[in-house]
């Protein structure tokens, strides 16, 4: 009797821990189960990633950084940590399920091309000058030429005659663009564009010195054969700096004697897309003259513009300039510099932009129609309607570039028009 009471209990308690080992498993599965579930409400921080906000008026994204050789300059828009890129980067930019933007490594080096000329030729280092063949772009050959004289373009297109417009490949080679590289938040280089400049010189570049005031030289890089910002199929030279001179009375507030001369770590070689602009000596009528301005700054966004515009001014007198700006902002204290040179857009309009700063005014030879002297480099504005922008006067200047060549053993006469250079030696002999 015994007996049977014990096994009894024992199968009692067998079946009761066998009950409570299948309710122990049915619920850790749910809660395996539960924990395996996704969410219906959206992750507002993936979304955020996955859909950017735009800016720069719908033409931009806000993402971690551009993969492509420019950037678009911070927007405020985009925060403190993002930054504002074009729309067309976003094609060469990988991005994950979770949206983050990884710049692209190139796999291979683009060959490299460098050339040398025989005349002012001196000791230098030596830089690679990055080439790419385009299928979307005509193309231009690049064979290294001596250009026929300074202030020429090499395009049969003409931009002139609209109020503005884009640029031809060729048409304004002495145009380049002034970058910063500095490295990436994933170790890449990235190349912020900052400003424009002229080529005076295969070793001597053009700007304002408000430009490359306080900038890390080293950092510092200048690109000409650019017409397109965002191309990677322009044939392009690239160009360190050896030194930076900026005019020692230059006024960083005032913006008086916003000139500064840059000498390159090797000079570029002129090709179709490359050659110096003609400088004017001081006296020198522009009356007749048509004049242009050419940069990458754009007017309405305050950001970089993808193809270099071309915009039709006109010179003004100082006196009405000086009675313009005065009635904008600086009352009847206000006295124009010596040292600027304004010049208003016809269609009253405002297409100039902070990123032209350092670009070219340029206006006709006297009595030829498609040599260009350079006037003027694009120093600051009141972005109003109406009001003529300020210029640097490069014709005040003249004397001082001069100097400056001497210095560094370059000659002045490289960017005078070859009618003046025979004129010279005509007076020489006498």
Same mark, same amino acid.
């Given at each position: 009797?015994?007996?049977?009471?014990?096994?009894?209990?024992?199968?009692?308690?067998?079946?009761?821990?066998?009950?409570?080992?299948?309710?122990?498993?049915?619920?850790?599965?749910?809660?395996?189960?539960?924990?395996?579930?996704? &969410?219906?409400?959206?992750?507002?921080?993936?979304?955020?990633?996955?859909?950017?906000?735009?800016?720069?008026?719908?033409?931009?994204?806000?993402?971690?950084?551009?993969?492509?050789?420019?950037?678009?300059?911070?927007?405020?828009?985009?925060?403190?940590?993002?930054?504002?890129?074009?729309?067309?980067?976003?094609?060469?930019?990988?991005?994950?399920?979770?949206?983050?933007?990884?710049?692209?490594?190139?796999?291979?080096?683009?060959?490299?091309?460098?050339? $040398?000329?025989?005349?002012?030729?001196?000791?230098?280092?030596?830089?690679?000058?990055?080439?790419?063949?385009?299928?979307?772009?005509?193309?231009?050959?690049?064979?290294?030429?001596?250009?026929?004289?300074?202030?020429?373009?090499?395009?049969?297109?003409?931009?002139?005659?609209?109020?503005?417009?884009?640029?031809?490949?060729?048409?304004?080679?002495?145009?380049?663009?002034?970058?910063?590289?500095?490295?990436?938040?994933?170790?890449?280089?990235?190349?912020?564009?900052?400003?424009?400049?002229?080529?005076?010189?295969?070793?001597?570049?053009?700007?304002?010195?408000?430009?490359?005031?306080?900038?890390?030289?080293?950092?510092?890089?200048?690109?000409?054969?650019?017409?397109?910002?965002?191309? $990677?199929?322009? $044939?392009?030279?690239?160009? &360190?700096?050896?030194?930076?001179?900026?005019?020692?009375?230059?006024?960083?507030?005032?913006?008086?004697?916003?000139?500064?001369?840059?000498?390159?770590?090797?000079?570029?070689?002129?090709?179709?897309?490359?050659?110096?602009?003609?400088?004017?000596?001081?006296?020198?009528?522009?009356?007749?003259?048509?004049?242009?301005?050419?940069?990458?700054?754009?007017?309405?966004?305050?950001?970089?513009?993808?193809?270099?515009?071309?915009?039709?001014?006109?010179?003004?007198?100082?006196?009405?300039?000086?009675?313009?700006?005065?009635?904008?902002?600086?009352?009847?204290?206000?006295?124009? &510099?010596?040292?600027?040179?304004?010049?208003?857009?016809?269609?009253?309009?405002?297409?100039?932009?902070?990123?032209?700063?350092? &670009?070219?005014?340029?206006?006709?030879?006297?009595?030829?129609?498609?040599?260009?002297?350079?006037?003027?480099?694009?120093?600051?504005?009141?972005?109003?309607?109406?009001?003529?922008?300020?210029?640097?006067?490069?014709?005040?200047?003249?004397?001082?570039?001069?100097?400056?060549?001497?210095?560094?053993?370059?000659?002045?006469?490289?960017?005078?028009?070859?009618?003046?250079?025979?004129?010279?030696?005509?007076?020489?002999?006498?």
């Amino acid at each position: 009797m015994y007996g049977k009471v014990v096994a009894a209990l024992f199968c009692f308690l067998c079946a009761t821990v066998f009950f409570w080992c299948v309710v122990a498993q049915n619920d850790a599965d749910e809660v395996f189960n539960f924990s395996r579930r996704r &969410s219906t409400t959206p992750d507002p921080i993936l979304n955020f990633f996955a859909n950017p906000p735009t800016c720069d008026n719908g033409r931009g994204v806000c993402i971690k950084e551009c993969a492509d050789i420019a950037l678009m300059r911070p927007d405020v828009s985009c925060g403190s940590i993002l930054v504002c890129c074009s729309r067309e980067s976003d094609n060469s930019v990988n991005q994950p399920d979770n949206g983050f933007a990884f710049p692209t490594r190139p796999t291979t080096r683009p060959p490299t091309i460098t050339t $040398k000329r025989i005349k002012q030729t001196r000791p230098t280092t030596t830089t690679t000058t990055t080439t790419t063949t385009t299928t979307e772009e005509p193309e231009l050959p690049e064979e290294p030429f001596d250009p026929e004289d300074c202030g020429y373009g090499s395009s049969e297109e003409d931009s002139r005659g609209q109020a503005m417009g884009d640029s031809h490949r060729g048409e304004f080679p002495w145009n380049v663009g002034i970058f910063s590289r500095e490295k990436s938040f994933y170790g890449t280089n990235q190349d912020i564009f900052h400003c424009g400049g002229t080529i005076i010189d295969d070793f001597v570049v053009l700007t304002a010195a408000t430009c490359v005031h306080n900038k890390n030289r080293s950092s510092l890089i200048v690109i000409g054969g650019m017409l397109d910002v965002f191309s $990677k199929r322009e $044939k392009r030279q690239e160009r &360190s700096l050896e030194q930076v001179i900026i005019h020692p009375k230059f006024g960083h507030t005032s913006r008086i004697y916003d000139i500064a001369f840059l000498v390159l770590s090797d000079k570029f070689d002129y090709s179709r897309t490359i050659n110096r602009i003609c400088l004017p000596r001081l006296g020198t009528s522009f009356k007749g003259s048509n004049c242009l301005f050419t940069g990458w700054g754009d007017g309405i966004s305050d950001g970089v513009r993808s193809v270099m515009k071309t915009v039709e001014l006109q010179l003004t007198e100082s006196r009405p300039c000086e009675d313009s700006l005065r009635r904008m902002i600086y009352k009847n204290v206000f006295k124009l &510099s010596e040292s600027f040179q304004c010049a208003e857009e016809e269609a009253n309009t405002v297409n100039i932009g902070r990123l032209d700063v350092g &670009s070219p005014l340029v206006c006709t030879v006297p009595g030829k129609d498609r040599q260009f002297y350079q006037v003027g480099l694009y120093s600051w504005s009141t972005v109003e309607p109406n009001v003529p922008s300020v210029f640097t006067n490069v014709t005040f200047f003249r004397e001082w570039i001069d100097g400056q060549m001497k210095l560094i053993d370059r000659l002045p006469y490289i960017y005078e028009p070859e009618v003046e250079n025979e004129e010279n030696e005509g007076n020489e002999e006498n």
